[in-house]
């Protein structure tokens, strides 16, 4: 694990079915000067268009993995298991990282000592034009000792607003649920570190 000062690698894990446009998308919002740091997974849940087609167009910088359709919670477990970063960064294949996010990400870690969990909070759009108006604001943070210890603050959540640790043990549910992201993070539950952004 690193330790201040230290470069961070990150993986980020994207799983996808059937969304070859948002996919591309997706990709396309992530640094793409940030090799040292980052790496990309794209995980395809059995989709029946040609995904592999949209990686290829991001060259060798993309890690594409297929499996039959198990499911999102399944796709992220399988990234997950393939992922070499020191923490795991999930995304949506139809959401985006801002452009100030890695960054972001990168000043947490080094300024909380590698929290286990990070959580960011969402901005919300309908369409592509409303990200023009997306302005990054004064970073304000909550840590706390764990997870749980945040449970009296109302914390929105979800996949695409995590940054975990690679060595923590929870994984998602691969069965059919609500809220999948949320019993991850229950299971996250005592790790030590926790940050909410």
Same mark, same amino acid.
């Given at each position: 694990?690193p330790?201040?000062g230290?470069?961070? !690698?990150?993986?980020v *894990?994207?799983p !996808?079915?059937?969304?070859?446009?948002?996919?591309?998308?997706a990709?396309?919002s992530?640094?793409?000067?940030?090799?040292? /740091?980052?790496?990309?997974? *794209?995980?395809? $849940?059995g989709?029946?268009?040609?995904?592999?087609?949209?990686?290829?167009?991001f060259?060798?910088?993309?890690?594409f993995?297929r499996q =039959?359709?198990?499911?999102?919670g399944?796709a992220?477990?399988?990234?997950?298991k393939?992922a070499?970063?020191?923490?795991?960064?999930?995304?949506d294949?139809?959401d985006v990282?801002l452009?100030? !996010?890695?960054?972001?990400?990168?000043?947490?870690?080094?300024?909380f @000592? %590698?929290?286990? %969990?990070?959580?960011g909070?969402?901005?919300?759009?309908r369409?592509d034009?409303?990200?023009?108006?997306?302005r990054? =604001? !004064?970073?304000e943070?909550r840590?706390f000792? $764990?997870?749980?210890?945040?449970?009296? %603050?109302?914390?929105?959540?979800?996949?695409?607003?995590?940054?975990?640790?690679? /060595?923590?043990?929870?994984r %998602?549910?691969?069965?059919n649920? @609500?809220? =999948? $992201?949320?019993?991850?993070?229950?299971?996250?539950?005592?790790?030590?570190?926790? *940050?909410? *952004?």
């Amino acid at each position: 694990m690193p330790t201040r000062g230290q470069n961070v !690698t990150i993986s980020v *894990v994207i799983p !996808t079915f059937n969304r070859s446009t948002l996919l591309a998308r997706a990709l396309a919002s992530l640094p793409s000067d940030a090799d040292q /740091e980052l790496e990309i997974i *794209v995980v395809d $849940d059995g989709s029946t268009e040609d995904t592999s087609a949209i990686v290829d167009c991001f060259g060798g910088k993309v890690q594409f993995l297929r499996q =039959e359709r198990s499911g999102p919670g399944a796709a992220r477990n399988l990234g997950w298991k393939a992922a070499s970063g020191d923490y795991i960064a999930f995304l949506d294949s139809d959401d985006v990282w801002l452009p100030w !996010t890695l960054r972001t990400y990168l000043e947490i870690l080094q300024r909380f @000592n %590698f929290p286990s %969990f990070i959580v960011g909070t969402g901005a919300w759009f309908r369409d592509d034009s409303e990200l023009t108006d997306v302005r990054r =604001e !004064t970073l304000e943070t909550r840590p706390f000792p $764990d997870y749980l210890a945040s449970a009296k %603050f109302p914390i929105w959540l979800g996949a695409s607003s995590m940054l975990v640790k690679r /060595e923590c043990a929870p994984r %998602f549910e691969t069965m059919n649920m @609500n809220a =999948e $992201d949320l019993d991850f993070a229950l299971h996250l539950g005592q790790e030590a570190g926790f *940050v909410w *952004v």
